[in-house]
């Protein structure tokens, strides 16, 4: 079981103080809220730059309308709200009046998968990833660490056209140190093995290099890999990375239709098929709960990640044999 | 504001050339919306014909106006009067809907002088409000942006996100324009789903409203004219325009079968010649007469 123990801050608070670095940096920055800017952490930003703040109240079909508006202006806008409104209350604005023209809104979606709160299915976004990956034109992003979050939003920034990004209310400890660079459709591989690959994404890269150790002290060599960039994703490193382990399971901080599992496996599927296992949430909304006891509720613990590893590799030794 | 007998004379040129090229477009591609382009056409040649200001030779020029087409099915109208002002040569007209050329609803891609891209109703206000936000940011007081809508369309709720905010933001330096043309695609306006009081829907939203007939060209200059100088209470402008679905062909005429329905050529050519003697112009049939239709038709609006 995962214990939360970390002193770090929190994605989101991370998610804060980058904006804050970002606006002093670029003024064409302007942040849209939908009356959540203190949930998202976006104070700071608000208190800085009150000229470059804009409040829509609570209409998130218009925050993305306005968005597409301001980046035909010119200006780089952030239309933030929770990943549940943006990608379903107004997934046609992003659609149509943002993907489909490529211009240039960064999209934060915050709340993401199963640490939100207490607030239950409605609240609790799980389909965001495969949402946002299914539209033309975008680029989708889940930080696996604070400093891997920085990175990313400075690339989006950097990048034109349309990003979605995960904001996720949750702390992990840092994974990468200074220097630390994200590229779109780069993984990055945090721990070298030869028995498995674990290809994590957001929050989930952390539970798999727990599992990675738990799998270690059954002499079990896991290369643990982590696939922030979801879309475009690093066809090259899955397909070596399974071509050395010979086997894979996915973790995602989502549900397994559409998402990072998908993508792996898609991947894997026309290049090099190998025994994949996929985990995240299946097929279910994510009610209320405490944030630990629903990772558990819903399988994705990093003892979940080590068993589903297990019988991805024993897998993968019946169908040597059977080649044999 | 009166118009003068010439500009009279011009803009009555360009609706008649709007309407003739929507035809043709869309018996060519054998795919569009004739009632929707043909309600609007006076709006359109008075805003490119008269009151907009733009540079074919230079269509992103900071200064200009801006045009948001949120009833983004009209785009064979606006297709045309772009055509027609120079934006793109005519002859482009005939790839609508292919690949490659103008895209079925308006797409920025598609030609210069497209602001942005729809389809989905509902959504251009927003679109409009956020570049009216852009403007402001800019400290350009000389540009303005303009968001035609379809009366139907004010049934999604996005409208009213939007219109909440244009008057929240006092933005005044933005013309919603409503064409209230009473058909929508399966029935008419009050029995699908009313929009009235419509003028006092806008002003409770805190919008001034001029409400006038859409084919009225001096109306709809005044119109126009006045949007641009009642703006001194800081509020955006609605022109609620009553105009007639398919205006100018009989057959058409506040008929929503014709709201999506691409006509056979020779159709076509009848229902040009007549929009011809309707307008008295000499009688020009349809272009491509002797072209057999080789693509499937579309009779969505059946």
């Known amino acids: 079981m995962a214990e939360n123990k970390t002193s770090t801050p929190e994605l989101r608070d991370a998610f804060g103080k980058t904006l804050l ?75 149509i009046s943002i993907c489909f023209p490529k211009i240039n809104v960064k999209i934060p979606g915050s709340y993401c998968g199963i640490p939100t709160s207490r607030a239950g299915g409605s609240h609790n976004c799980i389909e965001d990833l495969a949402v946002m990956r299914a539209l033309p034109n975008m680029k989708v992003a889940d930080p696996g660490s604070n400093e891997d979050l920085r990175q990313i939003m400075r690339t989006a920034v950097a990048t034109p056209g349309p990003v979605y990004f995960r904001v996720t209310r949750y ?3 840092e ?41 270690a002290e059954q002499a079990i060599q896991a290369e643990v890999v982590h696939l922030a960039s979801v879309k475009p994703i690093d066809s090259e490193l899955i397909v070596q990375s399974a071509q ?66 297990l019988e991805v590799i024993r897998k993968k030794a019946r169908s040597e044999q059977e080649a044999i | 504001m009166q118009l003068t007998t010439d500009e009279l004379r011009h803009l009555q040129d360009m609706a008649y050339q709007i309407r003739r090229l929507s035809l043709e477009m869309i018996t060519y591609s054998q795919w569009g919306h004739i009632g929707g382009a043909f309600s609007m056409a006076e709006l359109l040649a008075v805003l490119y014909g008269k009151d907009m200001k733009l540079d074919p030779k230079q269509p992103l020029l900071e200064s200009r106006d801006r045009l948001i087409l ?40 598609s030609a210069p002088g497209i602001e942005a891209t729809g389809g989905p109703l509902g959504m251009g206000l927003s679109v409009a409000v956020g570049m009216a936000m852009g403007l402001r940011r800019k400290e350009n007081p000389r540009s303005r942006v303009f968001c035609i809508l379809g009366d139907g369309e004010c049934n999604e709720g996005n409208v009213w996100e939007a219109a909440m905010s244009a008057a929240h933001y006092h933005l005044d330096n933005l013309i919603a324009i409503v064409d209230y043309n ?31 007939d859409g084919h009225d060209l001096q109306a709809v200059a005044s119109a126009l004219h006045t949007a641009r100088w009642v703006k001194a209470n800081g509020s955006p402008v ?41 307008y008295g112009y000499p009688e020009e049939g349809y272009s491509k007469l002797e072209k057999a239709i080789e693509k499937e038709t579309f009779y969505g609006g059946e």
């Open chain 1, 21 to 95: 670095e970002l606006g002093q940096e670029n003024n064409k920055i302007v942040f849209l809220d939908a009356d959540l800017h203190t949930s998202t952490k976006a104070t700071g930003f608000k208190q800085t730059f009150p000229d470059r703040f804009v409040q829509v109240g609570i209409a998130e079909q218009n925050l993305f309308g306005i968005a597409a508006g301001l980046a035909f202006e010119g200006f780089i806008p952030f239309p933030s709200t929770f990943a549940a409104f943006a990608s379903r209350r107004a997934l046609d604005q992003i659609a």
């Open chain 2, 182 to 212: 009473k058909a929508m695609a399966k029935g008419f306006v009050w029995d699908l789903m009313g929009i009235e009081p419509f003028a006092d829907k806008w002003k409770a939203f805190g919008w001034n409203v001029l409400e006038i």
């Open chain 1, 175 to 215: 994974l990468f140190g200074p220097g630390h660079q994200f590229e779109w459709g780069k993984g990055v591989v945090l721990r070298p093995g030869s028995d498995v690959t674990l290809f994590g994404t957001g929050v989930m890269t952390h539970f798999c290099l727990e599992a990675a150790g738990i799998l």
């Open chain 1, 244 to 309: 050395k382990t010979g086997c894979a399971v996915t973790a995602e901080n989502a549900t397994i239709y559409g998402g990072l599992g998908d993508a792996v496996s898609q991947v894997l599927a026309e290049a090099h098929p190998v025994p994949v296992y996929r985990i995240g949430v299946r097929d279910q909304f994510v009610e209320s709960g405490g944030i630990e006891e629903l990772f558990a509720l819903h399988q994705m613990t990093p003892q979940d990640i080590a068993k589903a590893a």
């Open chain 2, 238 to 278: 609605v022109i609620i325009a009553h105009t007639v679905k398919g205006k100018g062909i009989e057959q058409a005429e506040f008929n929503y079968k014709w709201h999506t329905h691409a006509p056979d050529p020779e159709t076509a050519d009848a229902m040009l010649r007549e929009v011809a003697r309707n």
């Open chain 1, 171 to 173: 702390a992990v400890p």
């Open chain 2, 70 to 109: 949120s009833k983004a099915h009209g785009s064979p109208a606006l297709y045309a009067v772009l055509a027609l002002k120079g934006f793109m040569p005519v002859e482009k007209i005939y790839q609508y809907c292919e690949i490659g050329g103008l895209e079925g609803h308006t797409h920025i891609e």
